[in-house]
Structure formats: structure tokens, C-alpha cells
């Protein structure tokens, strides 16, 4: 038992450095190859291979991280409820928004994937990438996708979405901050609100509700194109 503790707390202490230094980093280097999500995995991979340990090990023993990051999600619930009355009276735009955003974002990557001729298995392993990684996962697998490899799409839409979307709403004139949460919550999931969240308390609350609602309707058209697409690439 006491080993175990041990054990839990190396790991708990080697994550949260590899985090700080990550954001020491890419505050440094504003570069996207270094955000803190990539520089933090790669310093967690590479001690546990200088030590030979096994990243199930590794997962094993950090539950109680992953277990206060599905407490975080609380802080979103309470942003939206501090919101919620200037929320409810944009209800209409918001899920028309997101509904398109989903819409444009299965499509988009969908007739690319097709374009360049990928396979099926790739198409649905990309499908998903503009939504939360739970969701994306389970969605991957259902229609025959691959899992890991849609959790890393996933984290790299998030940070591209995350670094890239700040600019573009710029670019593009954007500055309703309802529809900056939007936006970055709908393309990049929680890195992107994460970064909404650091222009305010609305961008963060709508960027929590995007996640939300891209899920859903995700969750929903995928099983409605996925059909087409085997009419479109008829070996299947």
C-alpha cells in the first residue's frame, strides 16, 4: 500500500512539472510545435522511457489526476449558470452555430479524406476530430475507426484550433466575445476553451456549452453520413 502511494505521487509530481515546464516553454517560444499540451507529453514519455516504465503502469497510477480533471469540468457548469440568462437569450444562434460548425467540420474532413483517396477506416478515424476525446473515441470505434489514433487527431485539432483561432477571429474582424467562446470551443474542444477562458469568464462559459453541443450533434449526423460514404466508396 505504501509502495503504491508512492508510486502515485512520482507520477502525480512528474505530471505536473512536465506541465509547468510545458508552459514555461511555450511561453518562451509562442510556437505551435512547442504549446504545453505536446512539450508535457513528450517530457512524461521520455522520463518514463529513461526508467524503462510502462505507460499502462503510468495510467494506472494517475487516477486521481484524471479524477480531479473531471471535477474542472464543474468550473464550466458554473460559468454557464453565471451566463446563463445572456446565454438563453442567444439560445437560437448558438445551436444554429454549432449545429453548422459540426456540420461543416464532419464534411470538410470527410470530402478531403475522400479526395485524397484514404481508405474507410481512416475517413471514420477523422470524422470525430472536432469534438471532445470521449465522445471521439467511442464514436471512432462504433463505426470501426482507430482509436488511438483518433485521440491524437483530436489533441492536435485542439491545440491547432487553440493557437490558430485567436488569429483568424482577428483576421476575420470577430470580436462578439459569445462568438469567440463559440468558435473556439466548437474547433478545438477544451484546449480551445481553455483558451477562450483566458480572454474571460463568456468566452470560457460559451466555449464549455460548444463542447457540449458539438458532442451532440456530432454524436447524431455522423451515424446519418457515415451510410453515404459507403455508397461513395461502394469496396466497403
Do not use: C
Request: net charge positive; proline share 3%; hydrophobic share 55%.
Amino acid at each position: 500500500m505504501e509502495n503504491k502511494f508512492i508510486l502515485e505521487s512520482l507520477f502525480i509530481i512528474l505530471s505536473v512539472v512536465s506541465y509547468i515546464l510545458g508552459i514555461y516553454i511555450y511561453a518562451k517560444s509562442r510556437f505551435m510545435l512547442f504549446h504545453t499540451i505536446i512539450v508535457a507529453t513528450l517530457l512524461v514519455i521520455l522520463a518514463l522511457r529513461f526508467v524503462n516504465v510502462d505507460i499502462q503502469l503510468y495510467q494506472e497510477n494517475t487516477k486521481l489526476l484524471r479524477y480531479l480533471l473531471n471535477l474542472s469540468i464543474v468550473a464550466l457548469g458554473y460559468l454557464l449558470f453565471k451566463h446563463y440568462d445572456y446565454i438563453k437569450s442567444k439560445g437560437v444562434a448558438i445551436i444554429t452555430a454549432t449545429f453548422t460548425g459540426s456540420l461543416a467540420a464532419i464534411l470538410s474532413v470527410g470530402f478531403l479524406a475522400i479526395l485524397f483517396g484514404a481508405k474507410y477506416e481512416t475517413i471514420v478515424t477523422l470524422l470525430p476530430k472536432s469534438i471532445t476525446t470521449p465522445i471521439a473515441i467511442v464514436i471512432s470505434e462504433q463505426f470501426g475507426g482507430v482509436i488511438s489514433l483518433t485521440a491524437v487527431i483530436v489533441v492536435i485539432a485542439g491545440i491547432f484550433g487553440a493557437i490558430a483561432g485567436p488569429w483568424f477571429l482577428k483576421l476575420t474582424g470577430i470580436k462578439s466575445r459569445l462568438a469567440t467562446g463559440l468558435a473556439l470551443g466548437s474547433a478545438a474542444h477544451g484546449i480551445g476553451t481553455a483558451k477562450a477562458l483566458e480572454t474571460g469568464a463568456l468566452e470560457g462559459a460559451a466555449g464549455g456549452l460548444a463542447i457540449a453541443l458539438m458532442g451532440l450533434f456530432t454524436s447524431m449526423l455522423i451515424p446519418l453520413i457515415v451510410p453515404l460514404i459507403k455508397i461513395v466508396l461502394p469496396e466497403i
